[in-house]
Nanobody
Framework: QLQLVESGGGLVQFGGSLRLSCTAS????????IVWFRQAPGKEREGVSC????????DYADSVKGRFTISRDNVKNTVYLQMNSLKPEDTAVYYC????????????????WGQGTQVTVSS
């Protein structure tokens, strides 16, 4: 069964840090671009960051640039999202998703999705 599992979410204070993990089972991530989306209650889903398969090119939403870092460890079959200087507006359910090779900003182009992990930042 092809599956993505997120972990690492939780409750953190303003200015704190969390590291999210997205681990694949049933397939290897090294041929896939991995994106992190987030969705807060009452808001539209937002693309946060993406890392491509080739050259590990990365992309970030303006709202997280300079605070979040995406990386991949193909040996562990895992992609990470290091989140620093967290703000209450970062509160959301964070999802990772995978598609072949290249990043896309369209959520409909991703084939595999995780179940999501809740991130809550208190003020």
């Amino acid at each position: 069964q092809l599956q993505l599992v997120e972990s690492g979410g939780g409750l953190v204070q303003f200015g704190g840090s969390l590291r999210l993990s997205c681990t694949a089972s049933g397939f290897t991530l090294d041929n896939y671009a991995i994106v992190w989306f987030r969705q807060a209650p009452g808001k539209e889903r937002e693309g946060v960051s993406c890392i491509s398969r080739f050259t590990s090119t990365t992309d970030y939403a303006d709202s997280v640039k300079g605070r979040f870092t995406i990386s991949r460890d193909n040996v562990k079959n895992t992609v990470y999202l290091q989140m620093n200087s967290l703000k209450p507006e970062d509160t959301a359910v964070y999802y990772c998703a995978a598609r072949r090779f290249y990043c896309s900003r369209s959520a409909t182009e991703y084939n595999y999705w995780g179940q999501g992990t809740q991130v809550t930042v208190s003020s």
